[in-house]
């Protein structure tokens, strides 16, 4: 791959990317965490 | 899973209706949680590092940037599928009920890995290629792989027997599997547009040093976040298969 001073302006595809991840991934995240916590408490030792 | 509470306990399937099943469910849910929250954050990190020290590629510009989320997501997905094939071949041949548990939990958040795949892809076509989407192999491929694993996940919830249940998913977690090397080599059997491995090629990696360790420190990062999730969504399944199996013991 080349280098060079000007590449396209894109940046915008960029930022939505990293953004649709972060929220999957943290709204996945939270998600399990929060049934976890429910059945953590329902289900005693 | 829920509605089925009251049918498991009555089915064949062994249940380890135990305090120390609990125990290890809350173990691994405790490292899961820790393990996610640390990929969370070194997943910020790394957005930072692919954005301010990560060399801007001359053709394609800050578009090539969501390579650095893109690949790692598509190589955890496919180690989420790989060890679900492994888990379900193994569950059919040892009956281990914690094989098909796993094997679950790996198929869930590889289908949420695979949707992020399936979206990002689209989002570098579009500068890159002029589309959002082409029906060539690798991505219709991926697709209907990610499709496979929707039915899985559906299959799971739509039989009462836990036996039945883990028996018809662990083969269609096998098939689900199988897909994973063709989708991988389908670049090199089929014309395809989409680009060739970088890492995994037989003339090894193609990638200046900058933006290699880059897309090896996402695909660490993701590696830990697929562990964090599936040891989550593990120790769910085996408090909701101890939930479930209280349940029908007191009738």
């Known amino acids: 791959m080349l280098l060079r001073a000007e590449p396209p302006a894109n940046g915008g595809f960029m930022v939505a990317a990293y953004a649709l991840v972060a929220v999957v991934l943290v709204v996945y995240a939270v998600t399990l965490f929060v049934r976890a916590r429910s059945l953590v408490g329902e289900v005693k030792e | ?251």
């Open chain 2, 1 to 251: 899973m829920t509605s089925s509470s009251s049918l498991s306990a009555s089915s064949s399937f062994p249940q380890s209706s135990t305090s120390s099943a609990v125990v290890a469910a809350r173990k691994s849910i405790r490292l899961g949680q820790a393990l996610t929250v640390l990929a969370l954050v070194a997943l910020a990190a790394h957005y930072v590092r692919a954005i301010q020290y990560t060399p801007i590629e001359a053709t394609q510009g800050l578009a090539q940037k969501i390579f650095y989320v893109h690949v790692p997501a598509a190589w955890s997905a496919f180690l989420a599928f790989g060890i679900l094939g492994v888990c379900s071949a193994l569950f059919l041949w040892l009956h281990d009920r914690r094989l098909d548990l796993f094997a679950e939990a790996s198929a869930e958040v590889g289908t949420v890995l695979t949707l992020i795949v399936l979206t990002t892809g689209p989002l570098w076509g579009k500068p890159i290629w002029g589309t959002w989407w082409q029906w060539e192999v690798r991505l219709t491929s991926t697709l209907f792989l990610f499709f496979l694993m929707v039915g899985y996940l559906t299959l799971r919830r739509s039989i009462f027997d836990p036996l039945e249940r883990a028996r018809y998913s662990a083969v269609v977690g096998i098939l689900g599997a199988m897909l994973v090397p063709f989708i991988h080599l389908s670049v090199y059997m089929f014309r395809t547009i989409h680009p060739k491995p970088v890492i995994l090629n037989p003339e090894g990696p193609t990638l200046p040093g900058s933006m290699l360790s880059t897309l090896l420190e996402g695909v660490a990062i993701m590696t830990v976040m697929y562990l964090g999730l599936v040891l989550v969504r593990y120790g769910i399944g085996r408090l909701q298969d101890e939930k479930e199996a209280r349940h029908a013991a007191q009738g």
